[in-house]
């Protein structure tokens, strides 16, 4: 009554204030002015405004049960699942939610429920649905047709929804279409209904397309040519919106993958599809169940690491840009994928060790020696001296880590010097900085420390311990006196990002995924462990028990992970790690999952991995062991008689009983303190001369020999005693192989074997599936990067159940069958979701192991491969060939091949390289020298279109 508004004005002012009482949208008031009023009107009514939207789904609940919605509106209760709300059931197991949209709601994001009489509750698998409201008349009555989605639907499983698909091998170009209201040829009148159809179609290669072709004219009548083309603009799902006659309906309709002109490539399988007719309906929106198809895709892969790949451009070392040219070479034969090695920052002790990859000192942290220099710079002599520098490197059969690391990071200085004023002003730079805060700072500043300090210990830094994020802040500032060196470790870790980011969108292009590794721990004098000590157990080292790679297990050194702690935040290190890898990889190996069942944790006092014991993991009480297993001193301390001293150190025997031994009862003997574990032992006996300690080389020989023994008798013993409660006890590794049981009375061996295999095969079992199922979900469900695990060794039975029920991928490798009584595996009998390959970085090569035994490879020759006769001698390219069929003829989604055999194809590849050469990793060598590179220029690979073609025949 007191403004001047018209009276659309008004009109517009009144709804204006009825459908959206929030003051960021209205601001009306009992004497509101025109003024300011009239922008917030204007504003409101360019907003979508909706008659009313209709949720409809089908789903037979049991008795009592009910489905609800939960979403993004109040009346969905805005994601609390106790506000949800209730949908009205009908007879036909239909369900009906009527909703009124306020006038600024440009789209609802929901979820549907189920619930029963006894408080069970599900909600549906997958992202959350999202209904866009723009576009629609402002009469409109929009009605949902959905359908349930449950863990295993095509849309919802993580392999068929990861980006490798999405977002590479079936990449689509930029979306032509809009979600707009498309015509069906005719003005839109009341006599028609508006559809949208929605569907979700993954496995559509780039130049094909999905149309609806059905009953109705505007669906084509049944003439796939004639039918609309759906868009792609939201791909994987499909999209169409067009006005149908009422008089046209019930639609029958099938969705058919098409060529661009319209020729059928796929009809989906099953019954036509049906849409009745809502009459109160202006709008249906049917967002079907995904295009009914064989989802079982399957690709092949090379696996690769970068750093032993070969290039005319490279400098002693594979770089990034390198994994360009062999994308050339992997679209040119079909392959789908690149698999890597972990490429984080390894420099911890600035020596040819740091050569191993699994031993980060950053988990975000790129490898300087990964940088290509050439891009960085244009100083004619610094590019002068990286050309002398590359022939020299380039000349060398293997990796020189030392002299190549060295002067790349020395010219990496020179660059930045000429530089840093320029690129710290980037306004791309600033940005990734910004984006990069939760990690990058510390970084830099620990690399100040370390090289201020001369050593990656912390420990030994006497002018900080475990610093505050505000003390990172305010020794990473401008005005810091470490910032210019903070700030060159910036530049290296930008100018790698990038260089990384371009090679990754490259590879893309060319429809080639690539699958980076995740190493299960980090370095204990990392920069990860000096900002978030309470994150690890680090007066503990993970590892893994005896297998196929060392009879004595491995020990990492890489501290346990606190779960409890990770867990108190929400994984939130997890999740960070994981978005930072997303940026450049489509898929992921999970080194070792066997760690997110449960850990083979070792104390610190230990070297090998046979003091180990699984956590988490359910102990042996000192109640199980009594009375047959009374003595449990006899049982849980080292057995050392004066036979065993006799047998392990002859000559010796007096010497070292007198040294290294009490004796408090005559035979019997007890290790001194001085003695009492492996690092100990190793401290007395070194293996190495030093400056400090120069030792000949007839006392290191002789000492080796001492210490064999003495690691012998401090290992055997039947259980070890956990370190907390004296009334816990863990069955010792491969106990039955220790004098120490083999000493006991048949009826004790027997107690202890039962109790043995219960602890190891048994009891964990419900344990471990349910602690997996607390970690591994935010390793699936945090990316679209899919999810692999390397599941080699000592395999739990719960573990394939958990992978295949979260839709992580396993691994198969034909001579290491998880099956102990098999010697090798059958390829013909893996299920879908593994890898399967036939070697890996940590075996050698086909041609390699083919030499290593004459009567295994016979009995592959003739057993797994049919062939009669006697095996070659050496393994040919027609053995190389049969081998790579029988893995690409598997049931596998992935068939991933070292490059070292896919050059065994090709004898010209392989006729003067010695096969044991080609071997990257020798996992019961914890000081392997990881210096293993390419003998062919991956250039010449991409020119020899001969071998490619052979490849690629082989492949399809």
Not at 240 to 246: E, N, Q, R, S
């Amino acid at each position: 009554k007191t403004c001047d508004l018209t009276a659309l004005e008004k009109s517009a002012c009144k709804i204006s204030f009825e459908r959206c009482n929030r003051e960021s949208i209205c601001r009306i008031r009992a004497d509101c002015e025109f003024e300011r009023v009239i922008c917030e009107v204007l504003a409101a009514v360019q907003f979508t405004m909706v008659k009313k939207v209709v949720l409809k789904i089908h789903y037979q609940t049991g008795f009592g049960g009910a489905v609800s919605v939960t979403g993004s509106l109040p009346a969905l209760g805005e994601w609390r699942l106790s506000k949800r709300c209730r949908m009205l059931g009908y007879d036909d197991g239909t369900w009906s939610l009527e909703l009124r949209p306020q006038l600024d709601v440009r789209q609802v994001a929901y979820k549907y429920c189920v619930s029963g009489l006894d408080s069970y509750m599900q909600v549906e698998s997958g992202d959350d649905r999202v209904l866009s409201l723009e576009g629609l008349a402002a009469d409109a009555t929009v009605v949902v047709q959905d359908f349930w989605k449950n863990s295993l639907s095509p849309d919802v499983l993580p392999h068929l929804r990861s980006s490798a698909l999405t977002d590479v091998i079936f990449r689509r170009p930029e979306a032509k279409g809009s979600n707009a209201v498309v015509p069906s040829g005719k003005s839109s009148t009341a006599a028609d209904v508006t559809v949208r159809f929605l569907v979700n179609a993954v496995l559509v290669p780039p130049d094909q397309s999905v149309r609806v072709v059905g009953n109705a004219a505007a669906l084509g009548s049944w003439k796939t040519n004639a039918a609309p083309v759906m868009t792609a603009s939201g791909f994987p799902v499909w999209q169409l919106t067009i006005d149908v006659p009422k008089d046209q309906f019930p639609l029958q309709y099938k969705y058919v993958i098409c060529d661009e002109s319209g020729n059928e490539r796929i009809w989906e399988a099953g019954e036509n599809r049906v849409l009745q007719l809502d009459p109160a309906a202006t709008t249906i929106v049917c967002a079907d169940v995904p295009f009914r198809m064989n989802y079982e895709w399957r690709g092949a892969g090379v696996a690769a690491p970068i750093f032993a790949l070969r290039s005319r451009h490279g400098l002693g070392v594979g770089e990034f840009f390198d994994l360009k040219p062999l994308a050339d070479w992997a679209a040119q034969t079909g392959l789908k994928l690149i698999q890597i090695l972990p490429i984080n920052d390894t420099s911890v002790n600035d020596t040819w060790q740091d050569s191993y990859p699994y031993s980060s000192l950053s988990v975000y942290a790129l490898h300087p020696m990964y940088v290509h220099l050439d891009r960085l710079t244009t100083d004619p002599a610094i590019l002068g001296g990286i050309a002398e520098r590359r022939a020299a490197l380039n000349a060398l059969p293997k990796i020189d880590y030392v002299a190549m690391v060295n002067f790349k990071k020395q010219t990496l200085r020179k660059i930045f010097a000429t530089t840093k004023a320029k690129f710290a002003e980037a306004s791309d730079f600033k940005k990734w900085l910004d984006e990069n805060r939760h990690w990058l700072p510390a970084y830099a500043l620990f690399c100040a420390f370390k090289k201020k300090y001369g050593t990656s210990d912390y420990s030994q830094w006497t002018e900080i311990g475990h610093p505050s994020q505000e003390q990172i802040r305010e020794l990473t500032s401008p005005t810091s006196a470490y910032y210019d060196e903070v700030l060159y470790h910036y530049f290296v870790q930008w100018s790698l990002h990038s260089q990384l980011k371009e090679a990754s969108e490259y590879c893309a292009s060319k429809g080639v995924a690539i699958k980076g590794d995740i190493a299960i721990g980090v370095n204990p004098k990392s920069a990860d462990t000096w900002v978030f000590p309470e994150l690890f157990n680090l007066d503990m080292s993970t590892g893994a028990p005896p297998d196929f790679f060392a009879e004595d297990g491995q020990n990492w050194g890489f501290p346990t992970y606190n779960w409890n702690a990770m867990a108190g935040d929400q994984y939130s290190w997890w999740r960070a790690r994981l978005t930072n890898m997303a940026q450049y990889f489509h898929l992921f190996r999970i080194d070792h999952i066997l760690g997110f069942f449960r850990i083979w944790e070792i104390p610190a006092h230990a070297i090998t991995g046979l003091f180990g014991r699984f956590n988490p993991s359910v102990p042996i009480h000192r109640n199980e062991l009594e009375p047959e297993l009374w003595d449990v001193n006899r049982l849980a301390e080292p057995y050392v008689r004066l036979h065993l001293l006799q047998q392990y150190f002859g000559v010796d025997t007096d010497e070292i009983a007198e040294r290294v031994f009490t004796q408090p009862r005559p035979g019997v003997f007890k290790f001194k303190p001085e003695f009492d574990t492996e690092k100990k032992i190793q401290e007395a006996f070194p293996s190495e001369s030093t400056p400090e300690r120069p030792l000949d080389e007839h006392t290191l020989q002789r000492n080796q020999r001492l210490r064999r023994g003495l690691f012998k008798l401090v290992q055997n013993v039947c259980l070890l005693r956990d370190r907390d409660d004296a009334n816990k006890f863990y069955p010792r590794i491969l106990v039955q192989k220790t004098s120490s049981f083999q000493e006991l009375s048949p009826h004790e061996k027997h107690k202890m074997l039962t109790l043995y295999n219960d602890y190891f095969f048994v009891r964990q079992e419900k344990l471990w599936s349910a602690t997996a199922f607390q970690r591994l979900p935010i390793m699936v469900n945090t990316t679209r990067m899919l999810c692999c695990g390397e599941d080699l060794g000592m395999v739990p039975a719960c573990v394939e159940p958990v992978l295949n029920a979260l839709g992580i991928l396993g691994l198969r490798i034909q001579r290491m069958p998880s099956d102990v009584k098999r010697e090798f595996e059958n390829p013909a009998t893996y299920p879908y979701l593994t890898v399967c390959t036939p070697s890996c970085h940590d075996t050698s090569t086909v041609r390699g192991w083919w030499e290593e035994s004459t009567e295994t490879t016979q009995r592959f020759y003739n057993s797994v491969l049919g062939l009669p006769g006697e095996a070659p001698e050496f393994c040919g390219a027609h053995i190389s060939q049969r081998i790579i069929r029988q893995h690409l003829d598997a049931r596998s989604m992935w068939a991933v091949f070292p490059i070292q055999d896919l050059l065994g194809l090709e004898p010209k590849y392989f006729k003067d390289i010695d096969p044991k050469e080609e071997k990257i990793n020798e996992p019961s060598n914890a000081t392997w020298y990881w210096r293993y590179r390419l003998h062919v220029n991956l250039e010449n690979l991409v020119e020899d279109k001969l071998f490619s073609v052979d490849v690629k025949g082989l492949i399809q």
